[in-house]
Protein backbone atom coordinates (compact mmCIF):
# COMPACT_ATOMS: atom_id res chain seq x y z
CA UNK A 1 0.00 0.00 0.00
CA UNK A 2 0.80 3.87 -0.15
CA UNK A 3 2.80 5.31 2.47
CA UNK A 4 3.73 9.01 2.67
CA UNK A 5 5.49 9.95 6.01
CA UNK A 6 6.52 13.40 7.11
CA UNK A 7 8.72 12.95 10.41
CA UNK A 8 9.16 16.61 11.05
CA UNK A 9 5.76 17.02 13.31
CA UNK A 10 6.26 20.52 13.79
CA UNK A 11 8.88 23.41 12.42
CA UNK A 12 9.94 27.12 14.14
CA UNK A 13 12.09 29.02 11.88
CA UNK A 14 12.76 33.28 12.81
CA UNK A 15 11.56 35.12 9.90
CA UNK A 16 13.80 35.22 6.26
CA UNK A 17 15.48 31.76 7.62
CA UNK A 18 15.19 29.33 5.08
CA UNK A 19 12.94 25.69 5.64
CA UNK A 20 12.98 22.21 4.36
CA UNK A 21 10.04 20.18 4.87
CA UNK A 22 10.53 16.62 4.37
CA UNK A 23 8.83 13.94 2.79
CA UNK A 24 9.37 10.16 2.27
CA UNK A 25 6.63 7.98 0.16
CA UNK A 26 6.34 4.54 -0.51
CA UNK A 27 4.82 3.49 -3.53
CA UNK A 28 5.10 -0.26 -5.84
CA UNK A 29 3.39 2.28 -8.66
CA UNK A 30 5.65 3.09 -11.45
CA UNK A 31 3.42 5.55 -12.26
CA UNK A 32 2.33 8.00 -9.70
CA UNK A 33 2.24 11.74 -8.77
CA UNK A 34 2.83 13.15 -5.32
CA UNK A 35 1.58 16.99 -4.20
CA UNK A 36 2.11 19.17 -1.86
CA UNK A 37 -0.70 21.27 -0.17
CA UNK A 38 -0.48 24.16 2.40
CA UNK A 39 -3.16 24.64 5.45
CA UNK A 40 -3.10 28.25 6.63
CA UNK A 41 -4.93 28.90 9.72
CA UNK A 42 -8.25 29.22 8.04
CA UNK A 43 -8.79 25.75 7.52
CA UNK A 44 -8.87 25.70 3.87
CA UNK A 45 -6.05 23.45 2.14
CA UNK A 46 -4.72 24.77 -0.86
CA UNK A 47 -2.98 22.91 -3.84
CA UNK A 48 0.96 23.72 -4.38
CA UNK A 49 2.56 21.64 -6.89
CA UNK A 50 1.86 18.17 -8.47
CA UNK A 51 4.63 16.46 -9.86
CA UNK A 52 4.65 13.18 -12.32
CA UNK A 53 7.25 10.12 -11.42
CA UNK A 54 9.11 10.55 -14.91
CA UNK A 55 9.96 14.13 -14.04
CA UNK A 56 12.63 14.55 -11.96
CA UNK A 57 13.67 18.32 -12.12
CA UNK A 58 13.40 20.10 -9.34
CA UNK A 59 11.17 22.80 -9.68
CA UNK A 60 10.76 26.60 -8.67
CA UNK A 61 8.34 29.08 -7.42
CA UNK A 62 9.04 32.34 -5.86
CA UNK A 63 10.47 31.27 -2.75
CA UNK A 64 9.46 27.84 -3.34
CA UNK A 65 11.21 24.83 -4.74
CA UNK A 66 10.41 21.07 -5.00
CA UNK A 67 13.52 18.19 -4.83
CA UNK A 68 12.05 15.13 -6.32
CA UNK A 69 14.35 12.41 -5.68
CA UNK A 70 13.00 8.97 -7.00
CA UNK A 71 16.83 7.56 -5.75
CA UNK A 72 15.90 8.12 -1.75
CA UNK A 73 12.11 8.12 -2.88
CA UNK A 74 11.54 11.55 -1.49
CA UNK A 75 10.04 15.03 -2.57
CA UNK A 76 11.35 18.01 -0.26
CA UNK A 77 9.89 21.19 0.20
CA UNK A 78 11.88 24.21 0.64
CA UNK A 79 10.87 27.61 1.52
CA UNK A 80 13.71 30.27 0.92
CA UNK A 81 13.53 33.60 2.88
CA UNK A 82 10.84 32.41 4.80
CA UNK A 83 7.68 34.95 6.33
CA UNK A 84 5.01 35.19 8.34
CA UNK A 85 2.31 34.44 5.76
CA UNK A 86 4.15 30.76 5.37
CA UNK A 87 2.90 29.78 8.81
CA UNK A 88 0.76 26.74 7.94
CA UNK A 89 0.74 22.70 8.49
CA UNK A 90 2.01 21.58 5.09
CA UNK A 91 0.64 18.14 3.33
CA UNK A 92 2.22 15.98 1.00
CA UNK A 93 0.41 13.15 -0.36
CA UNK A 94 1.17 10.53 -3.34
CA UNK A 95 -1.58 9.20 -6.12
CA UNK A 96 -3.12 5.75 -5.26
CA UNK A 97 -5.46 3.86 -8.33
CA UNK A 98 -8.75 3.18 -6.88
CA UNK A 99 -11.75 1.80 -9.27
CA UNK A 100 -13.03 3.09 -12.33
CA UNK A 101 -10.02 4.53 -13.25
CA UNK A 102 -10.15 6.98 -10.51
CA UNK A 103 -7.13 7.84 -8.44
CA UNK A 104 -6.86 8.90 -4.45
CA UNK A 105 -4.62 10.89 -2.63
CA UNK A 106 -3.02 9.12 0.57
CA UNK A 107 -1.35 11.66 2.51
CA UNK A 108 1.50 12.25 5.20
CA UNK A 109 0.33 13.78 8.32
CA UNK A 110 1.77 16.85 7.87
CA UNK A 111 4.60 19.18 9.23
CA UNK A 112 3.17 22.39 11.02
CA UNK A 113 5.42 25.14 10.24
CA UNK A 114 5.53 28.32 12.65
CA UNK A 115 7.63 31.17 11.30
CA UNK A 116 7.93 34.08 14.00
CA UNK A 117 8.72 37.61 13.29
CA UNK B 1 -11.45 29.09 -10.06
CA UNK B 2 -12.83 25.82 -8.55
CA UNK B 3 -15.11 26.43 -5.69
CA UNK B 4 -16.08 23.88 -3.35
CA UNK B 5 -18.82 24.58 -0.61
CA UNK B 6 -19.43 22.82 2.58
CA UNK B 7 -23.08 23.82 3.48
CA UNK B 8 -21.94 24.40 7.64
CA UNK B 9 -18.49 25.60 8.68
CA UNK B 10 -19.77 24.38 12.74
CA UNK B 11 -22.36 22.25 13.49
CA UNK B 12 -23.27 20.84 17.12
CA UNK B 13 -25.21 17.41 16.96
CA UNK B 14 -25.97 14.93 20.30
CA UNK B 15 -24.79 11.66 20.37
CA UNK B 16 -27.71 9.18 17.94
CA UNK B 17 -28.77 11.82 15.95
CA UNK B 18 -28.28 11.36 12.17
CA UNK B 19 -26.52 14.27 10.47
CA UNK B 20 -26.30 15.36 7.29
CA UNK B 21 -22.45 17.21 5.66
CA UNK B 22 -23.15 18.68 2.09
CA UNK B 23 -20.39 19.31 -0.01
CA UNK B 24 -21.14 21.08 -3.72
CA UNK B 25 -18.75 21.85 -6.38
CA UNK B 26 -19.14 23.90 -9.55
CA UNK B 27 -16.43 23.01 -11.88
CA UNK B 28 -18.22 19.87 -13.22
CA UNK B 29 -15.86 17.40 -11.20
CA UNK B 30 -15.83 13.83 -11.92
CA UNK B 31 -14.57 12.77 -8.54
CA UNK B 32 -15.69 13.71 -4.72
CA UNK B 33 -14.38 12.86 -1.60
CA UNK B 34 -14.58 12.97 2.38
CA UNK B 35 -11.72 13.12 4.30
CA UNK B 36 -11.61 13.69 8.23
CA UNK B 37 -9.01 15.40 10.02
CA UNK B 38 -7.73 14.83 13.31
CA UNK B 39 -4.99 16.27 15.43
CA UNK B 40 -2.08 13.87 14.78
CA UNK B 41 -3.37 12.10 12.45
CA UNK B 42 -3.39 14.08 9.15
CA UNK B 43 -6.43 13.48 6.66
CA UNK B 44 -8.11 9.89 6.37
CA UNK B 45 -9.94 8.99 3.53
CA UNK B 46 -13.91 8.05 4.47
CA UNK B 47 -15.12 7.87 1.38
CA UNK B 48 -15.23 9.10 -2.41
CA UNK B 49 -17.25 8.68 -5.54
CA UNK B 50 -16.00 8.93 -9.33
CA UNK B 51 -19.16 8.83 -10.67
CA UNK B 52 -23.02 9.56 -10.02
CA UNK B 53 -24.24 7.19 -7.65
CA UNK B 54 -20.91 5.30 -7.68
CA UNK B 55 -18.80 5.36 -4.39
CA UNK B 56 -16.02 3.48 -3.00
CA UNK B 57 -14.96 2.88 0.61
CA UNK B 58 -11.77 4.93 1.86
CA UNK B 59 -9.76 4.09 4.67
CA UNK B 60 -11.91 4.38 7.54
CA UNK B 61 -15.61 4.14 6.03
CA UNK B 62 -17.40 2.71 9.33
CA UNK B 63 -20.22 4.49 10.78
CA UNK B 64 -20.38 6.33 7.74
CA UNK B 65 -22.18 6.52 4.36
CA UNK B 66 -22.25 8.47 1.32
CA UNK B 67 -24.71 9.98 -1.62
CA UNK B 68 -24.31 11.39 -5.05
CA UNK B 69 -27.35 11.61 -6.91
CA UNK B 70 -25.98 14.69 -8.85
CA UNK B 71 -22.72 15.30 -10.23
CA UNK B 72 -22.16 18.49 -8.65
CA UNK B 73 -23.06 17.30 -4.61
CA UNK B 74 -21.78 14.37 -2.40
CA UNK B 75 -23.04 14.11 0.95
CA UNK B 76 -21.53 12.05 3.97
CA UNK B 77 -23.92 10.59 6.36
CA UNK B 78 -23.33 9.47 9.86
CA UNK B 79 -26.48 7.32 10.62
CA UNK B 80 -26.15 7.84 14.30
CA UNK B 81 -23.49 10.41 15.42
CA UNK B 82 -21.33 9.27 18.24
CA UNK B 83 -18.30 11.23 20.21
CA UNK B 84 -15.91 9.90 18.37
CA UNK B 85 -17.44 11.17 15.46
CA UNK B 86 -15.97 14.80 16.43
CA UNK B 87 -14.03 16.32 13.91
CA UNK B 88 -12.98 18.30 11.26
CA UNK B 89 -14.49 16.94 8.02
CA UNK B 90 -12.88 18.26 4.76
CA UNK B 91 -14.60 17.68 1.05
CA UNK B 92 -12.57 17.96 -1.92
CA UNK B 93 -13.28 17.40 -6.17
CA UNK B 94 -11.21 16.64 -8.81
CA UNK B 95 -11.66 16.78 -12.72
CA UNK B 96 -11.04 13.33 -13.59
CA UNK B 97 -9.99 9.99 -14.49
CA UNK B 98 -7.13 8.70 -15.98
CA UNK B 99 -4.41 11.15 -14.84
CA UNK B 100 -4.17 12.92 -11.92
CA UNK B 101 -5.55 15.92 -10.77
CA UNK B 102 -5.29 17.86 -7.79
CA UNK B 103 -7.78 17.67 -5.29
CA UNK B 104 -9.50 20.85 -4.45
CA UNK B 105 -10.68 21.35 -0.99
CA UNK B 106 -13.83 23.17 0.53
CA UNK B 107 -13.25 24.52 4.27
CA UNK B 108 -13.97 22.24 6.26
CA UNK B 109 -17.13 21.54 8.30
CA UNK B 110 -16.09 21.36 12.69
CA UNK B 111 -18.69 18.66 13.93
CA UNK B 112 -18.68 18.14 17.64
CA UNK B 113 -20.82 15.43 18.93
CA UNK B 114 -21.72 15.67 22.66
Known amino acids: AQKVTQAQTEISVVEKEDVTLDCVYETRDTTYYLFWYKQPPSGELVFLIRRNSFDEQNEISGRYSWNFQKSTSSFNFTITASQVVDSAVYFCALSELGQGGSEKLVFGKGTKLTVNP | DVKVTQSSRYLVKRTGEKVFLECVQD?????MFWYRQDPGLGLRLIYF???????EKGDIPEGYSVSREKKERFSLILESASTNQTSMYLC?????????????FGPGTRLTVT
Open chain 2, 92 to 104: ASSLGTGGSYEQY
Open chain 2, 49 to 55: SYDVKMK
Open chain 2, 27 to 31: MDHEN
